[in-house]
C-alpha cells in the first residue's frame, strides 16, 4: 500500500515523466540535427550515435533500478506493537544488541538505528538520505548506488550533448560562411527550426548537468563523512541546542547521540557501491546488503510484542 501511495505521487509522477521526455528529445535531437548531419561522411556519425545511446542507456537502466528497487522500508510488525510499555521493550532490546533502534509512531514498528521516516513513501527507510521525486521514490541504503549512478550518467549525458551540439553548431556556421551549405529542399527542416532545436537541447543540457553535479557532489560528500542530509540537520539542531539553551532535555539527548564509527573513505563507498571491483560500481548492479555491527538491517529485533 506504502509503496503504492509512494507511486501515486504526483509530484513524482510528473517528475518521472519530465526525465523520461528529456531522455528521448536530447536523443532525437543529437541523432537528428546534430549526429547525422554534421558527421554524415565519417565514422564519427555511428561512433557518437552509439557512445551517446550507451550513456544512455545506462542512465535509463541506473533510474529505473532506482526508481523500482526498494529503498530499505522497514518491515511492518504482524502485531501492533505495546506502546505503553515501551521503556522496558527498548531496555530489553539494548539488552539483546539492538543499541540505538527506535520506534516510529508512524508505522508503530522498531526501526534499526539510521533508519527515518518518509512522509511520501509513508513508511520508516534504513539509512534514509531524502525522497527524490525525480525517482518517486526514496533514496535509501538499499537503492543510493542507482541513483548516484543516475547522476553519474546524466552528468555525462548532459556534457556528452553540450559538446556535441558546440560542435555541430561551429561546424554550421562554418560551411555556411564557407558556402558549402546543402540547398535546402521542401524536406530538409528549416534553419530556425534547427536553431531552436539547439537552443533548447543546450539550456536542458546545461540545467540538467549542474543540477546532478551539485547533487553527485553532495551525495559523495555524505557518503564519505558518514553523515546523510538527515543526520546532518539533526546534529546541527543538536549542537545549536547543546550551545544555546541548556534544558535538562536537549543535553540528555545531545549525550544520548552516538557518532558513527570512523571508518576509511573507501571503506564507506565500498558500503554503498559494493565490494566487489571499482569497475561494477558504475554498473546497476545488485550488491548484498551490508551489515552494520553485527546487525544484519533486513532482519526485525527479537522483540516481544
Ligand atoms: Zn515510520
Ligand atoms: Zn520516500
Redesign the pocket.
Known amino acids: 500500500m506504502a509503496s503504492l501511495r509512494?507511486r501515486r505521487d504526483p509530484c513524482g509522477v510528473i517528475c518521472l515523466i519530465l526525465t523520461y521526455f528529456s531522455v528521448f528529445y536530447a536523443d532525437y535531437v543529437v541523432i537528428q540535427y546534430v549526429v547525422i548531419p554534421a558527421y554524415s561522411d565519417s565514422v564519427w556519425c555511428a561512433l557518437h550515435g552509439a557512445v551517446f545511446n550507451l550513456i544512455l542507456l545506462l542512465l535509463l537502466a541506473c533510474h529505473s533500478k532506482a526508481v523500482f528497487s526498494d529503498p530499505g522500508m522497514v518491515p511492518l510488525p504482524e502485531t501492533a506493537i505495546d506502546f505503553s510499555d515501551l521503556r522496558s521493550q527498548s531496555s530489553r532490546m539494548n539488552e539483546r544488541g539492538c543499541e540505538g533502534w527506535t520506534v516510529c509512531s508512524r508505522c508503530e514498528t522498531y526501526r534499526p538505528p539510521r533508519a527515518h521516516h518518509?512522509r511520501?513513501?509513508q513508511r520508516c527507510?534504513r539509512r534514509m538520505d531524502h525522497?527524490c521525486p525525480w525517482i518517486n521514490?526514496?533514496v535509501g541504503e538499499l537503492n543510493q548506488k542507482y541513483f548516484i549512478q543516475f547522476l553519474f550518467y546524466t552528468g555525462m549525458a548532459s556534457l556528452y550533448s553540450l559538446v556535441l551540439v558546440v560542435s555541430a553548431w561551429v561546424w554550421r556556421i562554418r560551411s555556411e560562411r564557407e558556402g558549402e551549405s546543402e540547398k535546402e529542399t521542401d524536406e530538409s527542416p528549416s534553419k530556425h527550426l534547427i536553431v531552436a532545436h539547439y537552443i533548447i537541447l543546450l539550456v536542458e543540457s546545461v540545467l540538467f548537468g549542474v543540477f546532478v553535479m551539485v547533487i553527485f557532489y553532495d551525495q559523495l560528500v555524505s557518503i564519505i563523512t558518514d553523515e546523510t542530509p538527515i543526520e546532518q540537520m539533526k546534529n546541527r539542531l543538536m549542537l545549536k541546542d547543546r550551545s544555546s539553551a541548556s534544558s535538562p532535555a536537549s543535553l540528555s539527548q545531545a549525550t544520548n547521540h552516538t557518532p558513527h564509527t570512523r571508518k576509511p573513505k573507501l571503506a564507506l563507498l565500498r558500503e554503498v557501491f559494493g565490494r566487489g571491483s571499482v569497475l561494477f560500481w558504475l554498473f546497476p548492479l545488485h550488491t548484498s546488503p551490508p551489515t552494520v555491527g553485527g546487525i544484519t538491517y533486513s532482519a526485525l529485533p527479537d522483540y516481544d510484542v
Request: some cysteine; proline content about 0%; charged content about 0%.
Open positions: 509512494c518518509c511520501v513513501c527507510i525522497h521514490n526514496c
